[in-house]
Every structure is written in structure tokens, then in C-alpha cells.
């Protein structure tokens, strides 16, 4: 099948942000059924697709979330200090 990742969601920044919106709610909806986000360009959203067969739960007992944040974002990513090169080029400092 696939692999598992995480899908970032954040808060829509207003009533009109259907992009932001339809992944909240697909994120809901995941909680209970097997879906897929599948951005849908002319509607300018996330619609879902959901598979044909049945499909088992998912076994996560030898996964948690520590390792899977890991993968999803290796420690180059991570600003963890007001040093960080990224921080720095934001301020326009080396």
C-alpha cells in the first residue's frame, strides 16, 4: 500500500480559505475511514478519494509519534534556538 506521513494542517486564516478548511475537515474525517487528499485545483480544495475494498485499521503499536515527527521532519528542519542559520538569514545576519 502507501506509507504513513504526516499532513500538516493549520488554522484557515479566514471564512474564505477553503484550501485550509477542506483540510481540517478531511483531517476529521480521516479520524474515522480511509481516505486520500487529493487537491482539486478548479475548486481550489481538498476533496478525498477512498478506496475501493474494505481496508483493516491499521496496526500503530510499534509506531509512535515521536519517530514518525522524525521522519516527517528531519532535525535540519527543526528551529530549536534563536541561533538558528535560518533565524539568522531572516534577520538578515550571518
Known sequence: LGSFFLWELRIPSSSFDIAG???IELAK???TQ???PVWDRAARSYQKEVPDDP???????GVNFSELFRVAYPLAMIIDSNSHPILKELRGRK
Open 21 to 23: 478548511s477542506s483540510r
Open 34 to 36: 480511509w481516505l486520500r
Open 55 to 61: 481496508m483493516d485499521d491499521p496496526d500503530w503499536s
Open 29 to 31: 474525517q480521516a479520524q
